[in-house]
C-alpha cells in the first residue's frame, strides 16, 4: 500500500482518491451573511428581551390593581362602611406595594342604591423606550352592598 505524499495535494484513502477542499470557494460566496443575520436577529432580540420584562411587569400591575380593587369594594360593601372606605382601603393596598411595581395611581369610588364600584387607574413602570409608550393598567370591580332587607323590599 502506497503512503500518501505529504506534497501531494490529492489524497487516497482505502475506498478511493478524496476530492480537494472546496471550502474557500464557499466561504467567498457566504461573506456577509452573517451581518445580514445580525441586522435582521438583533431587533428581534432586543424586542424580546425588552418585552418579556414588560410584559411580567405589567401583569403584575394589573393583579396588584385587580387586587386593590377588590378590597376596596370588599370594605365599602360592608353594611356598616363609612363613605369613601372602598377609596381608602384600595389607596392603602396599593401604597404598601410600594412605588417600584406601580409608579401612580389613582381610585374613586362610585356608590349606587346597591351597589359599589372601585375604579383603579395605575401607571406601569415603562422598560420599552418608545416614545408614546405608556403602559397603563384600568380594573374596575362591581360588588353588592349589604344590606337588610324584609319581604317587602328587594
Known amino acids: 500500500m502506497a503512503v500518501p505524499s505529504i506534497h501531494s495535494r490529492t489524497a487516497t484513502t482505502s475506498s478511493g482518491p478524496v476530492r480537494p ?3 474557500a470557494a464557499r466561504d467567498a ?4 451573511s452573517s451581518s445580514v443575520e445580525f441586522a435582521i436577529l438583533f ?3 432586543v424586542a424580546l428581551l425588552l418585552g418579556g420584562p414588560q410584559l411580567a411587569m405589567w401583569y403584575f400591575a394589573r393583579e396588584a390593581a385587580d387586587a386593590a380593587a377588590q378590597a376596596g369594594a370588599r370594605a365599602a360593601s360592608a353594611s356598616e362602611a363609612t363613605g ?5 382601603a384600595a389607596d392603602t393596598y396599593l401604597a404598601r406595594l410600594g412605588t417600584g411595581t406601580i409608579t401612580s395611581y389613582s381610585v374613586t369610588q362610585d356608590d ?3 351597589t359599589i364600584s372601585v375604579h383603579v387607574v395605575a401607571q406601569v413602570p415603562n422598560v420599552i423606550p418608545l416614545p408614546g409608550f405608556n403602559p397603563t393598567v384600568d380594573v374596575t370591580v362591581v360588588r353588592g352592598k349589604e344590606r337588610f332587607t324584609t319581604p317587602d323590599s328587594p
Not at 460566496?29 to 456577509?32: A, P, Q
Not at 369613601?84 to 381608602?88: E, K, L, R, T, V
Open 112 to 114: 349606587t342604591a346597591t
Open 29 to 32: 460566496d457566504d461573506r456577509g
Open 43 to 45: 431587533p428581534i432580540i
Open 21 to 23: 477542499d472546496t471550502s
Open 84 to 88: 369613601g372606605a372602598g377609596q381608602q
